[in-house]
């Protein structure tokens, strides 16, 4: 059994979850109310519903769900659930459709697939006062 169904099931037994600290800056922004599929070596398949609120909810094939809190760790985008927490490696922006590979801190591998992302944040220039 992979670390990552562990990290699920350790999820499924515990009712509290810690609150995640959210990264100020944008990286993974664009899972923020969208679903990842996970396809692990062994051919385990999960799905990741990224709350908006750093609140994570993580499925199985068979419809079991357990609760879990996301957030950005650096260059990783990490899953805590109980006392248990699982980072991946996070190079960029995903995109609707591309499926990734990436590699755990607990040794796993496994290909992720973003149903729908959201669109990159438009940074806006402060408004100057107009000359008159």
């Known amino acids: 059994m992979n670390r990552f169904v562990m990290l699920a099931a350790a999820a499924a037994m515990s009712a509290t979850a810690a609150t995640p600290a959210l990264a100020d800056n944008h990286a ?8 990842v599929d996970m396809v692990f070596a062994d051919g385990t398949r ?5 709350g908006s609120t750093g609140v994570a909810t993580i499925s199985n094939a068979t419809g079991q769900s357990a609760n879990a809190n996301w957030f950005m760790q650096g260059d990783q985008i990490c899953l805590r659930a109980a006392s248990a927490t699982e980072c991946w490696n996070y190079s960029g922006r995903f995109a609707a459709g591309q499926s990734v590979s990436m590699s755990s801190s607990c ?23 107009e000359r008159g």
Do not use: I, K, Y
């Open 28 to 35: 993974g922004e664009e899972l923020r109310g969208q679903t």
């Open 46 to 50: 999960n799905s990741v519903f990224f």
């Open 107 to 129: 040794n796993t591998a496994s290909t992720w697939t973003a149903r729908n992302v959201n669109p990159p944040r438009e940074r806006v220039a402060p408004m100057m006062g």
